[in-house]
């Protein structure tokens, strides 16, 4: 007997969105200049949600310049115990707001209201309130007696965790008494919009925090601009190694995380049925429009079959639909483009003669979406396994031995995470030793703490975001390099 599950839509009366928004600019925002309106959409319906401000570069010198003077006048000098009250009061803030936070990510987004609710917005209050008990014990940190700040970071963020990714940002940065100009992603704007309300709600002097709306230009401008001293950019590989080379020869300081293609090992010990929920997880999270996913799911031979066959009938469960439904699973791709990219590469999957499989699920008419998707027969040479769909897309490939496991994993331009299933300890720390991966999960996937460091190796970038590791990239010390 299968139940059917009744519409539970969350409420979006609790957002208020305004029909146009200016720049956050020293403590208040811009009016909205009409040849600079660009517009942000739901993509689960392809509604016009707002419009936002294109920030151009004479915004740029204005936000980069309220920045330095909070950081020489205010912000600086402030004595770390006063900066942690205002931390303490924006995550106090985010809590109180959260209900609605969740709701407006989900419309801007397109991710399902319960990962909002249950995953961001927690972890981004827990992010400040991290980072908020750090900002008076920073000569605890292991940085020197009197670690300095490095003055004012130009910040530039994707769109798969928006207001996640600001909270990764923004909050070690003011901890360790920086200033910062933070560029939103151009679909997913409004939460950051929503956060520049409330700096002002918590009273924090202006020009700490100053945000702007805009594309890739706008980051482009802000990273080129002399009057930063610290460049810090979620995003693609690609963009990243474009801002590489434009901070090349300049003395800022520079963290990076980009993509990844993380390897998700199963042996044939794993226990199956949490397994089968961690590489659900692992890969369908967030519709995949994860850095970290599990992507390469790895299966020792002998279970491969059993593991493949428990997947399918597990994603044949999920809902996909409308991401403000309580039930949803699976939310819609964030953009056409978005949807477009992962749409060619699963071509190439089966042009490369690869399996697939895609759970029956029925896609609704309007909006972008993709249901769940696993390939089956795929090797190392298919662009599938190399490249990131940044979907939800799996790629199952398999292995033998341990050693033929490490080998696999490792086998990619990417070093962001990877996961191991196995009921022996020994074998986890075995692997994890050998993993080149910056985040190693066992017998889980898709575990986020703000006291633990998160980031990559080759080309997955450099830095470490998060725990003590992560003050570094915020304080001008040697050792932090
Ligand atoms: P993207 O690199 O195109 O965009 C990311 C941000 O950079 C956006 O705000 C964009 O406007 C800005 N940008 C674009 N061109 C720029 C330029 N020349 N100079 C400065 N800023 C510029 O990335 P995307 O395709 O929108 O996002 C998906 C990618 O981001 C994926 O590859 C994913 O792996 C990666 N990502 C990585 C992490 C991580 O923590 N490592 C997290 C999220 C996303
Ligand atoms: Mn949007």
Redesign the pocket.
């Known amino acids: 007997m299968v139940f059917e599950y009744a519409p539970a839509p969350e409420s979006r009366s609790i957002v208020s969105i305004a029909p146009e928004y200016g720049l956050f600019i020293d403590g208040g925002f811009t009016a909205p200049v009409d040849d600079q309106l660009f517009t942000t959409t739901n993509p689960a319906t392809e509604e016009v949600l707002s419009r936002v401000s294109e920030a151009r570069e004479h915004d740029v010198d204005r936000a980069v310049a309220a920045a330095r003077r909070a950081f020489e006048q205010t912000w600086g000098p402030m004595p770390g115990a006063e900066r942690a009250k205002y931390l303490y009061r924006i995550a106090r803030l985010i809590q109180e707001r959260s209900r609605e936070l969740a709701v407006l990510e989900t419309l801007d987004n397109g991710k399902p209201i319960k990962e909002t609710r249950d995953v961001d917005l927690p972890l981004v209050a827990a992010h400040f309130f991290y980072h908020a008990g750090w900002a008076d014990k920073l000569e605890h940190a292991g940085y020197g007696p009197s670690p300095r700040p490095l003055g004012v970071a130009g910040q530039?963020?994707?769109?798969?965790f928006p207001l996640l990714?600001l909270a990764w940002k923004v909050a070690p940065a003011l901890a360790c008494g920086n200033t910062v100009v933070l560029?939103a992603?151009?679909t997913t704007p409004l939460t950051a919009l929503a956060f520049a309300e409330i700096c002002q709600q918590a009273d924090l002097p202006p020009g700490v925090v100053n945000i702007l709306t805009g594309?890739?230009d706008t980051?482009?401008m802000l990273?080129e601009h002399p009057g930063t001293d610290k460049i810090a950019f979620?995003?693609?590989?690609d963009?990243g190694r474009?801002?590489m080379r434009a901070v090349a020869g300049t003395d800022k300081r520079l963290t990076l995380?980009?993509?990844?293609k993380g390897a998700n090992v199963v042996f044939d010990d794993a226990p199956i049925d949490e397994t089968v929920e961690g590489i659900v997880s692992g890969i369908f999270f967030n519709q995949g429009h994860v850095?970290c996913a599990g992507s390469r799911l790895l299966l020792q031979e002998s279970v491969a079959d059993e593991v493949v066959e428990r997947l399918k009938e597990r994603l044949s469960t999920l809902r996909l639909g409308d991401p403000l439904d309580k039930n949803t699973d699976i939310g819609a791709i964030n953009s056409a483009e978005q949807l477009a990219r992962i749409d060619e590469l699963a071509k190439s999957g089966e042009e490369e003669n690869a399996e697939r499989w895609s759970s029956p699920c029925p896609l609704p008419d309007r909006g972008w979406w993709f249901p769940p998707t696993i390939f089956t027969g795929v090797t190392q040479a298919h662009r599938i396994a190399r490249e990131?769909i940044?979907g939800p897309v799996l790629s199952v490939l398999t292995f033998r031995t341990p050693d033929e496991a490490v080998a696999k994993a490792n086998n990619t331009p990417f070093g962001?995470s990877a996961g191991i299933w196995t009921e022996k300890g020994s074998r986890i720390l075995w692997m994890a030793q050998r993993m080149r991966a910056g985040v190693v999960w066992a017998n889980t996937f898709n575990r986020f703490d703000p006291t633990s460091p998160f980031g990559?190796y080759k080309e997955?970038?450099f830095g470490r975001e998060g725990g003590i590791q992560g003050l570094g990239a915020y304080l001008a010390t040697e050792v932090a390099r």
């Open positions: 530039i963020i994707p769109w798969n990714m560029k992603a151009e594309a890739g980051g482009r990273v979620t995003g693609s590989t963009v474009s801002i995380e980009l993509g990844g850095c990131e940044f962001l990559g997955s970038g």
